[in-house]
């Protein structure tokens, strides 16, 4: 089982930008990928999603044009680059991936639930002046 660990959360003005990290080990990444988010209070959402067969990509559109997923696989590493950040962005972030295929387009688009097989720990992202 693949062991995901996020990284690069910090405290950023709205306006501002961050790029989050998601180092995979233990395994490789075959199917997809998926950025969630959960903010207190709220039910957690993907909010951006890599098939890795083609490295087409998805966001949810309260990000779309904002949020860029990207990979390198010579470092087994996921990012998420995030510009023009607001406070509704604020939250936990974290990858996902699972051993078996998942659509990316159904995985941001709606609530779930999701069940994957590999979750990293968890980035804090808090944007506030």
């Known amino acids: 089982q693949v062991r995901l660990k996020e990284s690069g959360g910090d405290l950023v003005q709205p306006g501002g930008s961050l790029r989050l990290s998601c180092a995979a080990s233990?395994?490789?990444?075959?199917?997809?990928i998926a950025w969630f988010r959960q903010a207190p209070g709220k039910q957690r959402e993907a909010v951006s999603c890599m098939h890795l067969s083609d490295g087409s990509t998805y966001h949810r559109d309260s990000v779309k044009g904002r949020f860029t997923i990207s990979r390198d696989n010579s470092k087994n590493t996921v990012y998420l680059q995030m510009n023009d950040l607001k406070p509704e962005d604020t939250a936990v972030y974290y990858c996902v991936t699972d051993e078996a295929p998942f659509p990316c387009q159904v995985v941001v688009s709606t609530a779930g639930p999701f069940h994957f097989s590999s979750w990293g720990q968890g980035t804090q992202v808090t944007v506030s002046s």
């Open positions: 233990g395994g490789t990444l075959d199917y997809a």
